[in-house]
């Protein structure tokens, strides 16, 4: 079932950050929209939850060097 989450992560100091995670995530299977705020620092992701899990998409996000704070 599809899902949309917004997770808060820091780390994200520009657009060049906000596009690393968004074409990581973009490119997990399961995972159909990804948008990225450096401002906000949120990281919204609508994921098919049958697919890919919260813990995997967080552990994407910290493999590219940012953290996960809240979800
Ligand atoms: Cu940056």
């Known amino acids: 079932m599809n899902e949309t989450i917004t997770l808060n992560v820091n780390g994200m100091k520009c657009g060049g950050c906000e596009n690393n995670v968004i074409s990581k995530l973009s490119a997990m299977a399961g995972i ?14 609508e994921f098919d939850n049958s697919v890919v899990t919260l813990a995997a ?11 996960v704070s809240a979800a």
């Open 32 to 45: 159909s929209q990804v948008t990225a705020s450096s401002k906000s620092n949120e990281v919204s992701v």
């Open 57 to 67: 998409i967080s552990a994407a996000i910290t493999d590219a060097g940012y953290t």
